[in-house]
């Protein structure tokens, strides 16, 4: 399980490297968010996938069986704020794209106060 | 007063969340701002005196014992740099009132720069490397904000570069806190500084430290990471730009110092080797940038890469001397950089530009300007008895015992180019042949001074008075340089 989870992580990670380099504003926003998909998942595969019961005290339960509670809480932390940077990112790229009339960000290289 | 630490974190918090009820009432907005940043700096002096007295504080959340719960340590660095971030975040309001534009004021700047605060503030203080991720994201958030406030062409295509390269480098630091923890099995530092040692697999612990450096290296502008800090400096106005400048490449920095000094110290003779070899190759493309340019923000900018670089180069020595002379500059490199940016922004509003070529003349009609920028100009390069002597001292003395005999000789040779970098601003505009200024009111032109001159007098004081501050700086030091305190302050019980 561990190795397919590692497989798909690449996958995502090499879908988001191709979307990030290509010029369009809208693919680069859409690669960091499967980037960070990315990093989400290798969070989960790191802590471990084995454990089938809820990390809580009870009758029976061992601690070989427990699921690590402790990856869930970072990645809850980490959607939650890749969450809120993707939408301000598109917000700002809508308003880049009305002020300065390109979603082309080789035509964003401007430097025409210094030289 | 168990809470302590957490107390310069609350106050800007707070108060940021009362501002955002009435963002057009602009005095109060002020008011407001101002007088919550003069309680912060006043709750961080008193967090200083009793860390100083009483040892290191430790607060864990939630009452969760402390290697489960996240932890809130304050020692004497991290109190250090709260203090003085606190206290520049307070003369950067004093100066805005004049230099940011009624338009940005109205569209909650105040409440982005306490929300900025508070990320600083909290990535100073937290103890779980978790945690200072979240506080890294909370002080990038209100940096998207700053940077793109005002919604000009130049601004808004800088700010995509500056978040896409933030996002990435957010990415990758989720990426190695995953490696860490599957590697560990435990977030909070002092937890990883007892648990690393124990570990056998240094290989694969080298390359984790090597990745926070990477990942760490892009907030805090290291060789060869630096190549988005000076385009995205250049887009915002000039009191964003001073923010910026001081407090943000340094939590980057002082994630580099607290990591490695605390746990990822299995395999200096790689990691900390190539700590100073990066940090001197960041001196060097420092350097050729701030002879490059004839635009004065830029030459400042560059000038916050040279820093970077001979703090870390203190800092890779891990000696008591390297150590201590780290975090002398570190706190002078913060105070000056805002003090420069202040007296540059002057410049350039009364030019009405921030080229070089068309200024001059200047110390006939605004003399005072001229001297004070004279004095901050000296302290950056560190010409005694100003505040970047002591702090270069110690650097260069570290590495002659740690015999890094050209990196120190580099080090010292990198002080001529800055000072020359900068006096070159000092002769283009202050002498030669007066070109028209743009008439500003003397009350404006003072409100906008005060707060630069009042920031040049604490250097001098930081400079003069170093015998006074030695005692908390190797105080800080000792604790970076035994981790052993750290680790019975946080897991005591």
Same mark, same amino acid.
């Given at each position: 399980m561990e190795i397919f989870m590692s497989v798909l992580i690449g996958f995502l990670f090499m879908a988001a490297v191709y979307l990030m380099l290509s010029k369009s504003l809208l693919r680069i926003i859409i690669g960091t968010a499967v980037l960070s998909h990315g990093a989400h998942l290798l969070i989960l595969t790191m802590g471990g996938?084995?454990?089938?019961?809820?990390p809580v005290v009870a009758e029976?339960?061992?601690?070989?069986?427990?699921?690590?509670?402790l990856p869930q809480a970072l990645i809850l932390t980490a959607i939650v704020i890749s969450f809120a940077v993707t939408s301000f990112f598109l917000v700002l790229a809508y308003r880049a794209y009305q002020e300065l009339g390109t979603d082309n960000v080789n035509l964003m290289r401007g430097t025409e106060d210094y030289d | 007063m168990i809470n302590l630490p957490l107390i310069p974190l609350l106050i800007p918090m707070l108060f940021a969340v009362i501002l955002l009820?009435? !963002?057009?009432r602009i005095i109060l907005q002020r008011a407001v701002a101002t007088g919550a940043l003069a309680l912060t700096v006043l709750a961080s002096f008193w967090l200083i005196y009793e860390v100083y007295t009483g040892g290191i504080l430790a607060v864990t959340l939630g009452s969760w014992?402390? !290697?489960f719960g996240i932890t809130l340590v304050s020692d004497l660095f991290s109190a250090l740099l709260v203090s003085t971030s606190s206290i520049i975040t307070l003369f950067v309001v004093l100066y805005s009132f004049e230099s940011i534009r009624k338009e940005r004021e109205k569209f909650y700047y105040y409440p982005g720069v306490l929300f900025l605060l508070t990320g600083v503030n909290g990535a100073f203080t937290t103890g779980d490397i978790f945690n200072l991720f979240v506080f890294v994201e909370v002080l990038l958030m209100a940096s998207y904000l700053l940077i793109v406030l005002g919604g000009e062409k130049a601004q808004l295509r800088e700010s995509i570069k500056y978040i896409l390269v933030n996002v990435i480098s957010s990415a990758l630091f989720v990426s190695a806190v995953a490696y860490l923890y599957s590697v560990t099995g435990t977030l909070s530092m002092a937890d990883l500084a007892v648990k690393i040692p124990q570990i056998e697999a240094v290989g694969i612990l080298t390359v984790i430290a090597v990745l926070f450096l990477v990942v760490f290296g892009f907030k805090g502008a290291?060789?060869?990471?630096?190549?988005?800090l000076p385009g995205s400096y250049h887009a915002p106005p000039m009191p964003v730009l001073a923010l910026f400048g001081a407090l943000l490449t340094k939590v980057g920095v002082y994630a580099i110092i607290r990591t490695y000094t605390l746990f990822f110290t299995m395999n200096t003779g790689y990691t900390h080797e190539l700590l100073s070899i990066v940090a001197l190759l960041t001196i060097a493309a420092g350097c050729i940038g701030a002879l490059a340019y004839f635009d004065v923000k830029k030459i400042i900018v560059y000038n916050i890469i040279i820093a970077v670089g001979v703090i870390l180069f203190g800092a890779a020595q891990l000696t008591e001397a390297g150590i201590d002379g780290a975090i002398f500059y570190l706190i002078h490199d913060m105070m000056i950089k805002a003090a420069l940016f202040f007296l540059v922004g002057i410049v350039a509003i009364l030019f009405g530009t921030s080229d070089l070529r068309k200024m001059g003349g200047l110390m006939k009609t605004r003399p005072a300007l001229g001297w004070f920028y004279l004095i901050a100009a000296f302290g950056l390069a560190g010409i005694?008895?100003?505040?970047?002597f002591p702090g270069k001292l110690l650097i260069v003395q570290g590495g002659f015992e740690d015999l890094k005999l050209w990196g120190s000789l580099f080090v010292l040779a990198s002080s001529l180019l800055v000072l020359m970098s900068v006096i070159r601003i000092f002769l283009y505009a202050f002498w030669g042949d007066p070109v028209e200024t743009v008439k500003i009111k003397e009350p404006v032109f003072r409100r906008m001074f005060y707060p630069a001159a009042g920031m040049v007098i604490l250097t001098i004081v930081l400079g003069a008075g170093a015998e006074w501050f030695m005692p908390l700086i190797s105080g800080a030091g000792e604790v970076l340089l035994n981790p052993s305190f750290y680790i019975d302050a946080v897991l005591k019980e």
């Open positions: 996938l084995g454990g089938r019961k809820p029976g339960v061992t601690v070989a069986d427990y699921a690590d509670p | 009820f009435f !963002p057009k014992p402390a !290697p290291i060789f060869p990471l630096y190549f988005w005694p008895p100003l505040s970047g």
